[in-house]
């Protein structure tokens, strides 16, 4: 895939559906994107979804959706703001809808039991229990889920359309985020059955045992601050024990963007001193 004049082109030369959004703002800050942030869209159909992003009175929109079977339709082009974000920040920038775009797979999310012991959807859609995944999201730790499953072929759909994004404007690892970073404690989208940290390997051009090779441990007695941005100025996340695992998502200079590992998924995402980090 490759981005012509702001569209997606697909891999058979041709630009991808195109649906305009009902809503959208003026132009990116900069003119483009400066970071790709990954939702899902909480319904069960690609054309359910699209149907309601065209809506004017929907009052949000997306850049992308992406179905089950890996069809994409584009409803901004990527230099148009899009009302996918919400109240947002990263790296000291907020209000990320002016700085982004907003790619949304189609996937139910988190899953509730019905009174008959079956996972339904919040709308109370009968969810197969082969299409259902037990995991604890870092937002609520403690408590274990039911989540949806990402098709493979959809997953790898993303992965695509993410690369030919990143290429065209030059948007780094660590700017490639999930609702839930940008926005913690309020959403909890792509959740734990997205793979975040297999898709950025994949974005960037690294194999899955390529990606393994950037695990690092935590070798501190007294443990090491996770914090907000590159130096001791940024406010403390939360301070990570003596040998805890983390994945290095860019080092440059001496403070590094790491995501904390759990469980063997990433989890928290934040800054550490280098250090006093030694590989796995």
């Known amino acids: 895939m490759r981005i012509d004049n702001d569209r997606l082109v697909g891999n058979d030369n041709r630009k991808v559906q195109f649906k305009k959004a009902?809503?959208?703002?003026?132009?990116?800050?900069?003119?483009?994107?400066?970071?790709?942030?990954?939702?899902?869209?909480?319904?069960?159909s690609a054309g359910g979804?699209?149907?309601?992003?065209?809506?004017?009175?929907?009052?949000?929109?997306a850049h992308l959706v992406i179905g089950h079977d890996g069809a994409i339709t584009q409803l901004l082009n990527f230099d148009t703001v899009g009302w996918h974000a919400g109240k947002s920040e990263w790296k000291n920038v907020k209000g990320l809808n002016s700085h982004s775009v907003g790619i949304e797979v189609v996937n139910w999310g988190i899953l509730s039991k019905s009174s008959?012991?079956?996972?339904?959807?919040?709308?109370?859609?009968?969810i197969p229990d082969q299409r259902v995944i037990l995991a604890s999201h870092r937002h609520r730790p403690g408590q274990s889920d039911g989540w949806e499953v990402f098709d493979e072929v959809q997953f790898m759909a993303t992965v695509?359309?993410?690369?030919a994004i990143v290429e065209?404007?030059?948007?780094?690892?660590?700017d490639v985020v999930g609702h839930d970073d940008?926005?913690?404690?309020?959403?909890?989208?792509?959740?734990p059955a997205f793979d975040?940290?297999?898709?950025?390997a994949l974005v960037f051009g690294r194999s899955e045992d390529d990606w393994n090779d950037l695990a690092y441990k935590v070798r501190s007695n007294s443990g090491l601050n996770l914090r907000k941005g590159p130096s001791v100025d940024h406010e403390v996340i939360k301070l990570l024990d003596d040998g805890a695992e983390v994945h290095a998502i860019e080092?440059?200079?001496?403070w590094w963007l790491v995501a904390e590992v759990v469980s063997g998924k990433e989890d928290q995402t934040g800054y550490v001193h280098s250090h006093w980090l030694r590989p796995a």
């Open 22 to 44: 009902g809503t959208s703002g003026g132009g990116l800050t900069g003119g483009k994107p400066r970071f790709l942030v990954i939702h899902y869209t909480a319904n069960g």
């Open 49 to 61: 979804a699209v149907n309601w992003f065209t809506r004017s009175d929907a009052n949000t929109s």
């Open 116 to 126: 008959a012991g079956s996972w339904v959807s919040w709308t109370g859609t009968p």
């Open 160 to 163: 695509d359309a993410a690369r």
């Open 168 to 174: 065209e404007y030059g948007i780094g690892p660590s």
């Open 182 to 191: 940008i926005s913690p404690g309020r959403k909890v989208d792509p959740g």
């Open 196 to 200: 975040m940290d297999r898709f950025r």
């Open 251 to 254: 080092q440059t200079g001496k």
